[in-house]
């Protein structure tokens, strides 16, 4: 089992920057692929970006590819979201999400995919 604690939320002028950390804590961080989602009010939580269990393999939103960028430090066991240029659409709550998959390359992009999740981080961007 693993605990997720999301931190770096806050608010950002559109064109700005943030970047969200999700800290881990239980045992063998490493056997986890991880998941970035969001959710705006009165909106479905949405997937944003993932990465497999070693860092070897990421996956993006459509809306988000080549402004987020997802990474991880096995050593911290910690996961990160860069979020560069960022627009007001891209607002709402941010979890981090823990699936257990060593080895696997292919992750999903469903939340029901992911087993634990953070309690999230709110992130407003003033247009």
């Known amino acids: 089992q693993v605990q997720l604690v999301e931190s770096g939320g806050g608010l950002v002028q559109a064109g700005g920057s943030l970047r969200l950390s999700c800290a881990a804590s239980?045992?063998?961080?490493?056997?986890?692929?991880m998941g970035w989602f969001r959710q705006a009010p009165g909106k479905e939580r949405e997937f944003v970006a993932a990465?497999?269990?070693?860092?070897?393999?990421?996956y993006y939103a459509d809306s988000v590819k080549g402004r987020f960028t997802i990474s991880r430090d096995n050593t911290k066991n910690t996961v990160y979201l860069q979020m560069n240029n960022l627009k007001p659409e891209d607002a709402g709550v941010f979890y981090c999400a823990a699936v257990p998959a060593r080895y696997r390359v292919q992750i999903g992009n469903l939340p029901s995919e992911y087993d634990y999740w953070g309690q999230g981080t709110q992130v407003t961007v003033s247009s």
């Open positions: 239980g045992r063998s961080f490493s056997n986890y692929a």
């Open positions: 990465i497999t269990w070693n860092g070897g393999n990421t």
